[in-house]
């Protein structure tokens, strides 16, 4: 007799998390927790009912948001907990940056450290009152489980109401008066000599063994590496350089560099880059992108042009949505098991390679014993002296990325966030530029048309997130900074008028509505909804801080425009921000290549002519492909009509296409011969001009 078929297990109903696009809180959609988006309908329920707030922000790849939510959030009896005291809020800590900013900073001011998953507790007022990060379902190693947790917590707003809404005062004015200390004092730019002093701090902080800085956890620093080419060639620092270079090799032959499919992980968790915690994120990639692609046009190393052209090939082949947007991440499990689509055992490779398989193994550090957990987390270990883009290794890397294409893959993060787009589009640009690789470039041209599209407002102004048709949140200010960065870069990278244009007008919008009359930028709009405090951090972190991108937007279109209130804008903010930048350049690398811009003696091409020319491809060859972040570019074979400064009142010579070589808007003899140009970019700042 046939076994009866199973019976269905009944769908878990779903919480108010089910109408949301991101990701994250989809996760959470059939939680028993009866979890609430961040709303005005949530905090009034709060205020409604006297009850505290239960605050979890994190993120779709965290890999301890998950385990918190397998423990906890999924547990009836805890949730029943929290919804009979509580009103429990969660939140997309990549959808709404202001929100963790402000309460991260209150859990980093209550228990000196902070991360993800956080839980904060809030007064119904939304003022944070005690907090920390993962909580397990059991007590153990010094933690209290997050029942006793909240327990504890219900019992102090119950009995103790006095000291908790006090406690929360002291915690919001300690916020607030955050904000005010990180503006700095500064009025004048310092002297060019506090840069070789950030270079001087940047070595002695430098691990020499093992490439970059600092110990275990060890993560990418690409912003300060981008700062060391710069005083590469600025200045000719060569210390700078090999500091550079170092980093760039360490990190591209560790675990943490896909040795297969190109790309990067969030972070190494020892100190030799070799086992990474496995979540892959649109930002670090960008970033790191950008960076190997320019020092691929500073040193013409060929290793740093394939790790280039491997994490612009991971964006567009696992990152890219449909639309040509790209999505936010991958997540560090599979399965629930981190890192098992990476991980290798011996006999599996063998099994693959064949014949191939001594030569890879021994180039990629393959043992039966594995080198973590008894698996194989692939690392450069040996260079047998074939390129790396060609010859055995590079095919059995192709087997051996078709072969792990076939195995689960880890979930993937589909929202669309402005600001991340903006530092691939970027990237994406410049790549394409300095690599010689069109493809890039349209891919920079397509997340740039879909993402304006997407999330850009009839008035100018931006959302955050873009997923399912919808455009969510209010665009914030690394929103329009590092969208407009991405945009300027795909203007040198095409010479389309759009671009600029489209960077001009959120440019405008920054100034408008970020502007502090003190000097600087808040982190959100002047009506943006109202929170406990206008955030305003100006630290870089994983990412530019929107305040040092936004000196940055500004210096370059006063390169453009020479226009006087974007330089003195820029230079404001700088002011502020230069002291505590050389004297901690890690958390703060991004002002430094502001500052350093801000320095510089910057150089403005002009070039008219018709770019379907041979004589003005051979001008514009001259230029495209170097790195030289001093200077900009500007092209047109109709320049009254152009909408650039820069080019206005520029003609051709003699019916010739010409380079017009300026600083600050003083301009040299326009020239049409490659050579004269090459010359003309050679004479030193100061020169007479005619």
Request: proline share 6%; aromatic share 8%.
């Amino acid at each position: 007799m046939p076994e009866s078929p199973p019976i269905p297990t009944p769908a878990r109903p779903t919480n108010r998390l089910a109408g949301e696009t991101s990701p994250y809180l989809l996760q959470h959609a059939h939680n028993p927790v009866d979890w609430w988006p961040w709303s005005p309908d949530a905090l009034a329920r709060a205020r409604e009912l006297d009850r505290p707030i239960f605050l979890s922000i994190g993120y779709a790849a965290c890999h301890w948001c998950h385990v918190m939510e397998r423990e906890s959030f999924e547990d009836e009896a805890t949730a029943g907990y929290l919804n009979d005291h509580f009103i429990a809020i969660k939140v997309d800590r990549e959808e709404r940056p202001d929100l963790d900013q402000l309460y991260m900073s209150a859990v980093q001011a209550m228990t000196g450290a902070g991360g993800w998953p956080m839980s904060v507790f809030l007064t119904p007022q939304g003022r944070p009152f005690y907090g920390g990060t993962y909580f397990p379902d059991q007590p153990g190693h010094g933690m209290p489980s997050f029942r006793q947790v909240l327990e504890g917590v219900e019992r102090a707003f119950r009995e103790d109401r006095a000291g908790v809404d006090a406690a929360g005062i002291r915690l919001v004015d300690a916020i607030v008066d955050h904000t005010r200390v990180t503006r700095g004092d500064g009025s004048t730019l310092p002297a060019a000599s506090s840069l070789d002093g950030a270079v001087a701090a940047l070595e002695a902080s430098f691990d020499a063994h093992n490439g970059g800085w600092g110990r275990a956890p060890k993560f990418p620093q690409a912003m300060a590496i981008e700062f060391l080419l710069r005083r590469s060639v600025l200045a000719g620092d060569t210390r700078a350089l090999a500091i550079a270079r170092r980093s760039l090799d360490a990190m591209a032959d560790g675990g943490i560099h896909d040795q297969l499919g190109g790309g990067f992980h969030r972070y190494a968790t020892d100190a030799a880059w070799l086992v990474p915690h496995f979540e892959q994120m649109l930002y670090d990639n960008a970033q790191l992108a950008r960076v190997y692609a320019a020092a691929w046009a500073v040193t013409q190393d060929a290793r740093y042009r394939d790790v280039a052209a491997g994490t612009c090939d991971y964006l567009i082949r696992e990152l890219r949505r449909p639309d040509g947007t790209f999505a936010a991440s991958q997540d560090a499990d599979t399965d629930g098991v981190e890192g098992a689509t990476f991980t290798w055992r011996a006999d599996e490779i063998r099994e693959v390679l064949g014949d191939q398989a001594p030569a890879f193994e021994a180039a990629y550090g393959v043992t039966d014993g594995g080198n973590w957990e008894g698996v194989t987390i692939l690392s450069r270990v040996a260079s047998p002296g074939d390129d790396a883009s060609e010859g055995p290794l590079a095919e059995a890397r192709e087997r051996l990325l078709a072969h792990r294409s076939r195995r689960p893959q880890p979930a993937r993060d589909d929202k669309a966030l402005a600001a991340w787009n903006g530092l691939a589009i970027g990237a994406l640009a410049d790549a394409g530029r300095y690599l010689e690789q069109p493809r890039y470039v349209e891919a920079a041209t397509a997340a740039a048309t879909a993402i304006l599209a997407g999330l850009r407002d009839a008035d100018g102004r931006l959302g955050r997130s873009w997923k399912d048709g919808r455009a969510t949140g209010q665009g914030v200010l690394e929103d329009y900074t590092h969208l407009a960065d991405g945009l300027l870069a795909l203007y040198e990278a095409t010479f389309d008028e759009r671009w600029f244009t489209t960077a001009r007008e959120l440019a405008d919008v920054v100034i408008a509505r970020f502007g502090d009359p003190a000097g600087g930028f808040h982190d959100v709009a002047d009506d943006h909804e109202a929170l406990v405090a206008r955030p305003r951090d100006i630290q870089d972190n994983a990412t530019p801080s929107g305040s040092s991108m936004a000196a940055r937007v500004l210096l370059r279109l006063a390169a453009l425009t020479g226009d006087g209130t974007d330089r003195s804008q820029a230079e404001r903010a700088i002011a502020q921000a230069a002291d505590v930048a050389v004297r901690y350049p890690t958390a703060f690398a991004n002002w430094l290549s502001a500052l350093d811009s801000a320095l510089a003696d910057s150089v403005e091409i002009a070039i008219v002519g018709d770019r379907a020319s041979a004589e003005t491809r051979a001008l514009l060859a001259v230029v495209w492909h170097d790195y030289q972040p001093n200077r900009v570019l500007a092209v047109s074979g109709d320049p009254d009509a152009s909408g650039i400064p820069l080019l206005r009142g520029r003609t051709l010579v003699e019916g010739r296409p010409a380079a017009y070589v300026c600083r600050r808007f003083a301009c040299r003899r326009p020239v049409s011969e490659p050579g004269d140009l090459r010359r003309e970019l050679e004479i030193p700042a100061g020169a007479d001009h005619g």
